[in-house]
């Protein structure tokens, strides 16, 4: 590859798509965001197979080709965002020997001077791979807390531009609409936990062609519960600021606090061995609101038998929504 023509070729690609009314293209979108190939450590076994970008042994050439590039990107618009591609980090080729990605992929870029060539760190992530990363934090948080504790990733944001989950019966990965939705909840709360950029659900329709049924819609675009659990998540969650994460007695409970646009405090809660768990809450009256933004009820202080201004609900399967009521 000829780092220059590709670098003129950025360059020329981000001013088409910057706004500033010269060369642009005719009723375009402004772009500020330019990821560099998807899933580049990939080895050549996925290579071969899925024709993924095929940079895992080459780490130092990948930082070549950030370096050369990213300067042209600032030129052409100096706020303009270079992500490193979103690295699968699992599934390694040396795991047993039948992993696709080349662990030190990361390592080799940092080490070649890339880091100083890219303004985004970025990862994917998949539930199936969780228990690697449970020792550092749940889900998608115990990844993002590796990456960091094991990098030299300071002052770089996070991104996620690929996760999600399916809602096939397979008999290796069983699921169901319903756990799908649930899954909606828990990736985008943990996300807000872990002070991700942006994070991307994969994918919007089910993509078919032997790929899991992760979509939102189905192929014929009907409208999945997971479709309706994230319109809803979407509007709360993401006007919503969030606080902390809280420790409620039960190891098996996560529980998340957030402040509404309106100051309402609320909460995010679901047990993760799926029992039903009770918790207490700093609440004088509470209104629950399921994963799909249906109201159930409203939990008052005095309702467990004593007004000591906290109000006990209970944390299962499912994640609910517990919304102080003043």
């Excluded at 600032?74 to 047993?96: H, M, R, S």
């Excluded at 609409?177 to 649930?182: D, V």
């Excluded at 768990?277 to 609101?289: D, E, I, K, Y």
Aim: hydrophobic share 40%; net charge negative.
């Amino acid at each position: 590859m000829d780092l220059s023509e590709f670098a003129q070729f950025m360059g020329a690609l981000v001013e088409r798509y910057d706004g500033d009314g010269y060369q642009d293209a005719p009723l375009s979108p402004v772009v500020e965001y330019f990821e560099m190939y998807n899933e580049p450590d990939a080895g050549v076994e996925i290579n071969a197979t899925f024709g993924h970008s095929y940079w895992g042994p080459f780490g130092d050439q990948y930082a070549a080709m950030l370096c050369a590039v990213y300067p042209a990107v600032k030129a052409a618009n100096p706020d303009a965002q270079v992500l490193l591609g979103g690295i699968a980090y699992d599934n390694f080729l040396d795991d047993q020997g039948n992993g696709a990605f080349v662990r030190e992929f990361l390592g080799d870029v940092l080490a070649a001077g890339g880091g100083s060539c890219f303004d985004v760190m970025n990862f994917h992530y998949y539930p199936v791979f969780e228990a690697t990363w449970a020792p550092y934090g749940p889900g998608i948080s115990g990844k993002a807390n590796y990456l960091r504790a094991n990098y030299s990733l300071v002052g770089k944001p996070m991104a996620v531009t690929e996760s999600g989950w399916h809602s096939d019966e397979y008999s290796s990965w069983p699921s169901t609409e319903t756990m799908q939705a649930r899954y909606v909840i828990k990736l985008f709360t943990q996300a807000r936990n872990s002070d991700f950029l942006a994070l991307t659900w994969w994918t919007w329709i089910d993509p078919g062609g032997g790929y899991a049924a992760n979509g939102l819609l189905t192929g014929d675009l009907q409208p999945k519960l997971a479709y309706y659990a994230y319109q809803d998540a979407a509007e709360r969650l993401g006007t919503a600021a969030f606080v902390a994460s809280a420790n409620l007695g039960h190891t098996a409970v996560q529980a998340y606090r957030f402040v509404s646009p309106e100051s309402h405090p609320f909460y995010v809660l679901w047990s993760d061995d799926e029992v039903w768990h009770q918790v207490s809450l700093p609440f004088s009256q509470g209104q629950l609101v399921d994963m799909y933004g249906n109201v159930l009820g409203t939990v008052y202080d005095s309702d467990d038998g004593h007004v000591d201004g906290a109000i006990t609900v209970s944390a299962g399967a499912d994640p609910r929504y517990v919304e102080s009521v003043q």
